[in-house]
């Protein structure tokens, strides 16, 4: 018996996280940790996967994370989410982060992740996701980057 599970937007995955940047979040350089942006990054993934899916996830790859500018102590940070390719049992989201001067406005994006997660059922194996559907070109585009990206991943195993 195959379960179709009716696909869903690219839009219904969207969630954005916004935290200010206090001196607890300060590296030694007094910019704030690469670490606690990762930390950010990985629960506004997990968040948009388990919009998509309506299940637990759990984190299997970080793809990338290359920061391009350093964040600010004071700085709002804002991370953008969404699921832009889903397999099976796993779903890869694209978090973009935005760092933002609350004073001025000026915003300045730091940097794109691509994170891999696999929903997992009550018992904590893995189970179906929902496929992602595309709603414009943009995001037809992004999912054909990030089944190129899959691909890659697959054939490192």
């Known amino acids: 018996m195959t379960n179709i599970l009716t696909p869903k937007p ?3 995955s969207h969630i ?3 935290q200010l940047m206090h001196l607890e979040h ?3 350089l007094g910019n704030v940790h690469g670490g606690w ?5 990985d629960e506004a993934g997990a968040l948009s996967c388990m919009r998509h899916a309506q299940k637990k996830v759990v984190t299997v790859a970080i793809d990338s994370m290359t920061f391009r500018q ?3 102590l004071g700085d709002l940070v804002i991370l953008n989410s969404e699921v832009t390719y889903t397999g099976r049992t796993s779903m890869e989201v694209a978090v973009e982060v935005v760092a933002e001067n609350p004073f001025t406005g000026e915003r ?3 940097n794109t992740a691509y994170l891999v997660y696999v929903a997992l059922d009550d018992e904590g ?3 179906s996701v929902p ?4 709603e414009s070109e943009e995001e037809k585009q992004k999912m054909q980057q990030a089944q190129q990206r899959q691909e890659r991943r697959l054939k490192q195993k």
């Open 70 to 72: 350093p964040i600010k």
């Open 131 to 134: 496929p992602v559907k595309a």
């Open 125 to 127: 194996r893995p189970t």
């Open 10 to 12: 690219v839009s219904a």
């Open 26 to 28: 300060a590296n030694l």
């Open 16 to 18: 954005t996280i916004s």
């Open 108 to 110: 300045t994006h730091t």
């Open 37 to 41: 942006i990762m930390k950010l990054v």
